[in-house]
């Protein structure tokens, strides 16, 4: 029997046939590889999906973390906080610009930042003499994190918040989409994102339109409105033309396969439940499902039983980030993280892309029923 791979980004590409070639074809003849017009004509079709606020697209998602972080004016001495479960990039732009990572705990169901631990860890920073400045929220495997929760704690307690929404552009909490959950979003198109690109690509969206100038200047080495007059120092994070041209035509089927990956990841649900511990959305919440998580038992286990089968499975993530060695001696919330040290041990993701064809999730439901038996 075929293997059934996590992702499959040759299904897609297959769909699209030749439309990309054909829009890649075109930069090649304009020659504008830089932002060229694909590039203006992308960030508006993204402001589309964000309730019309201003979008500054850059080169990667952990591009528009720093950017986010450099509008901010983050340095030596500030504490941001983040939580312990996540991909690096969120506490890496972080420790890059001298400023210290503050690692908080995430709750179950939902593997994101838990607005309670953030407060406790908030309070004890402050204490302990740090300068808290502001939150990166993550929205883990495609589900937005709680902004209304963190954005209390963060009123009260005068920083911040950033969504790190890297996993969920496409998502909505009561009806309002990622990117106008918190004051800055950043995203990431990386290829095996929800929304990914041929490279590497990520946007920042923010209602300031202050703000959206003052990326778009760092984002190009803080040059001013004249070519060649900097006025602040910046960085080369611009996204590619090419890279543009490949998302405009992904947009266009984006809407189809969210809900394509919600209808799967719903009977996964139904058909899982009773044997394993499965992903929730909160109430009012919708998720893109960058991921389908499970808690099991005995994972490494279930997983080679899995692998046995030809299903194949990855583990997000094996090693909180506040145990890895370049995190290790950052400070953490008071308690420790005790709820993403058990998910780093129990977590499972299971193949869903909108690719995924009903009969090779029967063939995967079928497999993790046996494996934890
Ligand atoms: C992928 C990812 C990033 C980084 O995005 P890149 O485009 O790969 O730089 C940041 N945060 C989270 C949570 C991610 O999953």
New binding site residues.
Partial sequence: MNPVTLLDLSAQRRRLGERIERAVQRVFDHGQFILGPEVDELEGQLAGWCAGRHVVSCA??????LLALLSRGVGPGDAVFVPGF??A??AEVVALLGASPVFVDVERPTFNLDPASLEETIDDAAERGMTPRGVVA?D?FGQPADYEAISKVCESTGIWVLA?A??SFGARVDRRPVGTLAPMT?T???PT?PLGCYG???ALITDDAADAELLRSLRNHGQSDRRYDHVRVGVNARMDTIQAAVLLQKLTIFGEEIERRQALAIRYNAALADVVTVPRVREGADSVW?QYTIEVDGRDQVAGRLAARGIATAVHYPLSLHRQTAYRDYPTAPGGLPVTDSLAGRVLSLPLHPYLTEAQQERVIAAVRDAVQ
């Avoid at 990667?60 to 973390?65: F, I, K, M, Q, V």
């Fill in positions: 990667s998602g952990t591009d528009g973390l996540t991909f990039a969120t993550v883990l790190d890297a996993q950043v990431s198109f990386f994102k590497d690509g990520g960058a």
